[in-house]
Nanobody, 122 residues
Framework: DVQLVESGGGSVQAGGSLRLSCAVSGIIDSLYSMGWFRQPPGLGREGVAF???????TYVNAVKGRFTISRDNAENTLYLQMNSLKPEDTAMYYC?????????????????WGQGTQVTVS
């Protein structure tokens, strides 16, 4: 099985930055896509940023220009650089693995999930 372990969350003031990491293990081949999702308190899980197997990237409008997703295939690590953070970015952030070439904005389309890392912006 694929295993995902997130790190890098924390508490920051509005306007600050954080970098989330997601270490991936158990991968069989490179034909997979990944995404970052978040779940604000009391709300459902929502997509944030996605990266296809070929490196094509998609962001939701709420984070465009502020967040950057990247992946290091050699290190099997996914990153999310978050700048200009706002209080509304407060949420539990999850990385997700999809055993398919193309990403999806739907949480149900992902096969594996990390345990989550909390981001709090005040």
């Amino acid at each position: 099985d694929v295993q995902l372990v997130e790190s890098g969350g924390g508490s920051v003031q509005a306007g600050g930055s954080l970098r989330l990491s997601c270490a991936v293990s158990g991968i069989i081949d490179s034909l997979y896509s990944m995404g970052w999702f978040r779940q604000p308190p009391g709300l459902g899980r929502e997509g944030v940023a996605f990266i296809d197997a070929d490196g094509t990237i998609t962001y939701v409008n709420a984070v465009k220009g502020r967040f950057t997703i990247s992946r290091d295939n050699a290190e099997n690590t996914l990153y999310l650089q978050m700048n200009s953070l706002k209080p509304e970015d407060t949420a539990m952030y999850y990385c997700a693995f999809r055993d398919a070439r193309w990403c999806s904005p739907l949480p149900a389309m992902y096969n594996y999930w990390g345990q989550g890392t909390q981001v709090t912006v005040s």
